[in-house]
C-alpha cells in the first residue's frame, strides 16, 4: 500500500495521539516532549504524518519561525521496523513541497548518533556545530537542506573571470594542514595577484568532509575557513545522475580501480562542480588526477592541480566561454522558421527595448513581404532549445543577413564565432563576394566576434569581404579592392614583401585568399585516421556525427617535442595518414592557418588547449614520450577540400616542381608546392 504523508492539526486527536506514542519509543534521542507542546506544533502547522493505511509510520515536527525564514525541523521519526523504505524522504518531500517559499529547512542532530549519512542521502549539508545543553556537553551538527532561494547573501554571479571548485585536498592546504609543499601550493591560489582573477568555490561534499575530521579544534578551524570560499549549491537530483554516469564509466573503463567510499566521494566532487556549472575542480588528490580523461569526457569537469591554475588562468578562462570542441558531442539541428510560430522565439532572441516583444515577431514575420527570398532559418541544440536564429537571402554578389541571434547557452561566445565562419562559407558556396550583416540589434556576443573576424562596422551594419582566390600578393590585393569598392570601402596594395603577420591578417579577413608568394611559410602535417576522422570528419566516421555547424574554427593538434622549423603565422595542410589499408585513404584533405606552436609538459599543454581538441590527456602525454615534452599546434579556419589530393597525385605535383617530399612527420613545404595542391583540392570535376 502507497504511503500517503498529510498534515495533522491539534483538533484530530486520534492522528495526534498515535504521532505522539511513536516519538515517545525513542525519546533517548528525539528527547522528551509533552502533548500540548506537540499540539502547539500542530496548532501551528508544523506536523506531517506519513500513514501506512491507518498506522502512522512516521513524522516530521517543525516550527516556522516569523523572524527568520526558514523551517526549524524538531523530530524527523520513523519506526524502526519501518526505516530504509524512504519514508523519511517522503516526509522532507512534502514540507519541501509545502515550505517552498521559505529559504531552507535546518535540523540541528547529536554528532555521536552517527546520522550524517541519512541527513547528507536527504540533500542537508552540515553548516556548522554547537555544544548541547546536557551535562555531558555533546556537540550538534546544524544540517540545512537549501531550497534554491536567493537571500541577501547570495551572488547572483562572480566577477572573478574563473570560478574554481576545490576538494579536501586543497582546502585543507588553504587552511594550513599537510606538508609544507602541499601548502604552499593550495596557498598560492590565494596569492594577491589572482584575487580579482578567480574566485573559489565549494560544493556540500567540502561540508562533509570537514564534517568528518575527528579533531574539534581542528573541524572548527576548518569551517571556520569556509566562509572565505564561495558557496555553490547544485540541484540534488542532477548531481546523483551525473555521479551515476561517472561510476558507470568508471567501472567500465577502469574495470581494475574500486569503486569503495573513498572514490564515491571523489566523484562526488566532480558531480556537484558540474552540477553547479563550473567546469574547473582544484585537487591535489593523485587518485582523483588520475581520472582526468574519464572526469572530462563524461562531466565536462577539468580536474586540474593548484599549480596549473596559477600557470593557466586566462587559458582556463577562456575554456570556460569559448569550447569549439564540444560542437563536436552536441548534436544541434537546423529548422526553418514556419510561418506564424515567430513569437514563439521573443522570449530566446530579444536583445533590445526597441527590438522586444511583438515588434521582434513583427519584424522577423515581415521578411519576405518585399519579394526576397529570405531563409529563416532556427538552430536548437541536442535538447531541442533554440541557440541561434538568423535570415538571409542573396541580392546578386552579396549575401544579405538581416537578423544574427544567439540566445543565452553555455556554448553562445563558441557558436558566434561559428556562425560567422559559416555564414562566409555560405556565401562562397553562393558565389558571393560579400556578406552585409544588417540586424540593428545584432547579440552581442555576435557583435564581439564580429569585430574580431573582419567584419567592418558601418552606418547600416557588419560588412565582410569573400575573396576566392589564390595567387600572387599582388593579384589577390587587387581584386580584394575592386570588391571592396562595390561595398563602399577601401583596402590596402599588398606585395610579395609584405609581412607574414599582415599576410596571415588578410587571408583571415579576405578568407578564403591565399596570397602565395609572400614569406608566410607553408607546412604539411600528416594526421592519423582516428584524429583526422574526429577533427574533421575524414574519413567519414562510422556513426557520423552531427555536422550541422560544419567543422569547428579552432582545434589543437599534439606531436612530438622535436621542432622542424615551425614557426607561426603560417599555413598547413593536411595529409591523412594510411592505416592498414595500405595506400587507401593517404591523401590531403584539406588546409588549416597555423595561429600557434607550444612545447611544453604533456599536463600543462592539455589543460592549456583541451578545450580546442579531441585529444585525451593519456593521449597528450603518448605523444610525449618518456620526455613528457609535446607541441601544439594550435590551428584555425579549416577548408575541407571538395577534391580531396590522393598520396599518387601529391607525390605528382611535388615531382613536377622538382621538390622532395616527405610524409613521415610535419613538415616545411614551399608555398609553391601550397598552391598547387590547394587548387588541385578545388578542381571542378
Known amino acids: 500500500m502507497a504511503i500517503n504523508v498529510l498534515p495533522v492539526t491539534g483538533e484530530q486527536s486520534e492522528l495526534l495521539a498515535a504521532a505522539i506514542a511513536l516519538g515517545d519509543r525513542y525519546t533517548k534521542r528525539l528527547g522528551l516532549l509533552t502533548p500540548p507542546t506537540y499540539r502547539k506544533y500542530a496548532d501551528d502547522g508544523g506536523l506531517l504524518v506519513a500513514l501506512d493505511g491507518d498506522e502512522i509510520v512516521g513524522y516530521a515536527l517543525f516550527g516556522l519561525p516569523k523572524r527568520y525564514q526558514y523551517v526549524r525541523l524538531a523530530h524527523l521519526c520513523v519506526a524502526e521496523e519501518r526505516r530504509g523504505n524512504g519514508i523519511a524522504a517522503l516526509l522532507i518531500a512534502e514540507l519541501r513541497r509545502r515550505q517552498s517559499h521559505r529559504l531552507g529547512i535546518r535540523a540541528r542532530c547529536r554528532r555521536d548518533y552517527g546520522l550524517g549519512p541519512m541527513w547528507s542521502s536527504l540533500g542537508f549539508v552540515p553548516k556548522g556545530e554547537g555544544l548541547g545543553r546536557g551535562g555531558d556537553k555533546e556537540t550538534l551538527d546544524t544540517w540545512w537542506l537549501d531550497l534554491g532561494h536567493e537571500d541577501l547573501f547570495t551572488e547572483i554571479q562572480s566577477d572573478a573571470l574563473l570560478v574554481v571548485a576545490v576538494d579536501h585536498s586543497v582546502f585543507s592546504g588553504l587552511q594550513g594542514s599537510g606538508d609544507e609543499q602541499d601548502v604552499e601550493e593550495s596557498r598560492a591560489l590565494e596569492a594577491g595577484w589572482l584575487a580579482d582573477l578567480i574566485e573559489l568555490a565549494h560544493t556540500p561534499q567540502l561540508l562533509l568532509d570537514v564534517r568528518e575530521i575527528e579533531d574539534r579544534t581542528e573541524r572548527t578551524h576548518q569551517r571556520a575557513g569556509m566562509s572565505r570560499l564561495r558557496s555553490a549549491s547544485p540541484e540534488k537530483a542532477s548531481v546523483a545522475a551525473r555521479q551515476r554516469e561517472l561510476i558507470a564509466a568508471l567501472g567500465k573503463r577502469m574495470a581494475d580501480t574500486p569503486i569503495d567510499d573513498d572514490m564515491r566521494r571523489r566523484l562526488r566532487y566532480v558531480a556537484e562542480t558540474a552540477g553547479a556549472g563550473l567546469q574547473v575542480l582544484a585537487t591535489r588528490d593523485p587518485e582523483l588526477e588520475r581520472l582526468t580523461d574519464l572526469v572530462w569526457d563524461v562531466a565536462r569537469v577539468r580536474v586540474v592541480s593548484p599549480a596549473l591554475v596559477t600557470q593557466h588562468v586566462d587559458e582556463l578562462r577562456q575554456a570556460q566561454v569559448y569550447r569549439p570542441a564540444d560542437l563536436l558531442g552536441t548534436a544541434f539541428s537546423l529548422e526553418e522558421v514556419a510561418s506564424g510560430r515567430e513569437g514563439e522565439l521573443v522570449a530566446f532572441f530579444q536583445q533590445a527595448d526597441g527590438d522586444s516583444g511583438t515588434a521582434f515577431a513583427a519584424r522577423l514575420a515581415a521578411l519576405g513581404s518585399d519579394g526576397v527570398l529570405w531563409r529563416r532559418e532556427l538552430l536548437r541544440d541536442g535538447s531541442g532549445h533554440p541557440v541561434a536564429l538568423y535570415a538571409w537571402a542573396m541580392d546578386g554578389r552579396t549575401l544579405n543577413v538581416s537578423f544574427l541571434r544567439t540566445a543565452a547557452h553555455r556554448l553562445e561566445e563558441t557558436l558566434a564565432r561559428q556562425l560567422l565562419f559559416m555564414l562566409k562559407r555560405l556565401a562562397r558556396d553562393r558565389g558571393a563576394h560579400v556578406v552585409r550583416i544588417v540586424d540593428p540589434h545584432l547579440s552581442p556576443a555576435a557583435r564581439s566576434a564580429a569585430g574580431a573576424d573582419g567584419f567592418v562596422e558601418d552606418g547600416s551594419g557588419f560588412t565582410a569581404l569573400v575573396v576566392d582566390m589564390s595567387g600572387s600578393a599582388e593579384a589577390v590585393s587587387e581584386a580584394a579592392g575592386r570588391i571592396a569598392a562595390l561595398a563602399g570601402r577601401t583596402t590596402p596594395s599588398l606585395g610579395a614583401r609584405t609581412s607574414p603577420e599582415i599576410v596571415s591578417v588578410a587571408e583571415r579577413v579576405w578568407w578564403p585568399a591565399k596570397l ?170
Open 516 to 685: 602565395t608568394d609572400t614569406s608566410l611559410p607553408s607546412f604539411i602535417a600528416p594526421v592519423k585516421p582516428r584524429y583526422s576522422a574526429e577533427l574533421f570528419n575524414v574519413p567519414a566516421m562510422l556513426l557520423p556525427r552531427p555536422d550541422m555547424l560544419g567543422i569547428s574554427r579552432d582545434h589543437v593538434y599534439y606531436r612530438s617535442a622535436g621542432h622542424r622549423g615551425e614557426s607561426v603565422p603560417a599555413r598547413i595542410l593536411w595529409y591523412v595518414s594510411g592505416g592498414s589499408g595500405g595506400e587507401q585513404g593517404k591523401m590531403v584533405i584539406g588546409c588549416s592557418r597555423l595561429d600557434d606552436v607550444v612545447v611544453g609538459d604533456a599536463d600543462a599543454l592539455f589543460s592549456r588547449f583541451e578545450h580546442l581538441g579531441v585529444y585525451r590527456l593519456t593521449e597528450v602525454r603518448d605523444q610525449a614520450g618518456p620526455s613528457n615534452k609535446a607541441m601544439a599546434l594550435r590551428f584555425s579556419d579549416t577548408e575541407i577540400f571538395p577534391a580531396p589530393v590522393t598520396h599518387a597525385r601529391l607525390a605528382a605535383l611535388a615531382k613536377g616542381l622538382g621538390l622532395p617530399l616527405s610524409l613521415i612527420t610535419l613538415s616545411k613545404i614551399s608555398s609553391a608546392l601550397f598552391q598547387v595542391v590547394y587548387e588541385e583540392g578545388h578542381r571542378k570535376t
